[in-house]
């Protein structure tokens, strides 16, 4: 079966500092993808970031990256340099075969 | 922009009744997908379709859930005889392939309250 979890259900950080989202996973397939989305106030998910199971090296976007740790399976998200705007909520979502599944969530603050 | 877009944004309904959801997803893309999202229990996919196969797979064990698709890019969510227990946050999402690890664009939600 696959699960993801996430253990934080909330974070503070002050601007302009960095913080690390965690995401552990558990899947047998042995091809699989690793998403982290964030969910402002208004609802919709916004892609953040991707990692393919097979990727050698970790995945980086602006200020995002993701700490691949295949062995350990955990796909932590790196947000650096904080930003008021950065305040949502954080999912880390996995696709397996067919479907794709999601953590509870983080909920980040982003203090001033 | 010509982004997901879902409606109701939200929805009372009474239990035991029927309730259709819309989502008009991104023009040209293969893949819809419904979640339901509710508060400490995170995401879980309800049903895909893929246009080419308008293909419904559920992955709910009542199959009171499911999901039509009259065009491309429009999906209807059907929740048959309502539960207080439906009550959740009902996300669309789309995208331009299936296969691999395609990106998901999400509509903003359906609010669903069963009283």
């Known amino acids: 079966a696959q699960k993801i979890t996430q253990t934080q259900p909330g974070m503070f950080v002050q601007e302009k500092e960095a913080v690390t989202l965690d995401c552990t996973y558990d899947?047998?397939?042995?091809?699989?993808?690793l998403f982290w989305y964030k969910q402002p106030s208004s609802g919709e998910m916004i892609f953040l970031i991707y990692?393919?199971?097979?990727?050698?090296q970790n995945a980086t976007e602006g200020r995002y990256s993701l700490n691949f740790q295949k062995a350990r399976k955990s796909a932590n998200l790196v947000i650096s340099a904080s930003q008021l705007g950065d305040s949502a909520m954080y999912f880390c979502a996995m696709r397996g075969a067919y479907k794709y599944i999601f953590g509870t969530g983080t909920r980040l603050k982003v203090l001033a | 922009g010509a982004g997901v877009s879902q409606s109701p944004r939200y929805k009372v309904a009474k239990r035991g009744r029927d309730v259709a959801l819309r989502c008009d997803s991104i023009s040209g893309h293969v893949t819809l997908y419904w979640y339901r999202q509710t508060l400490g229990q995170g995401s879980e996919v309800l049903t895909y379709?893929?246009?080419?196969?308008?293909?419904?797979k559920s992955g709910r064990p009542s199959g009171r859930f499911s999901a039509e698709r009259p065009e491309r890019s429009v999906s209807t969510l059907k929740i048959q005889r309502t539960e207080q227990g439906d009550s959740a946050v009902y996300l669309c999402a789309s995208s331009l392939l299936d296969g691999g690890y395609n990106e998901q664009f999400f509509g903003p939600g359906t609010r669903l309250t069963v009283l």
């Open positions: 379709s893929q246009s080419d196969a308008q293909r419904d």
């Open positions: 899947t047998s397939d042995p091809s699989y993808g």
């Open positions: 990692q393919g199971s097979y990727d050698q």
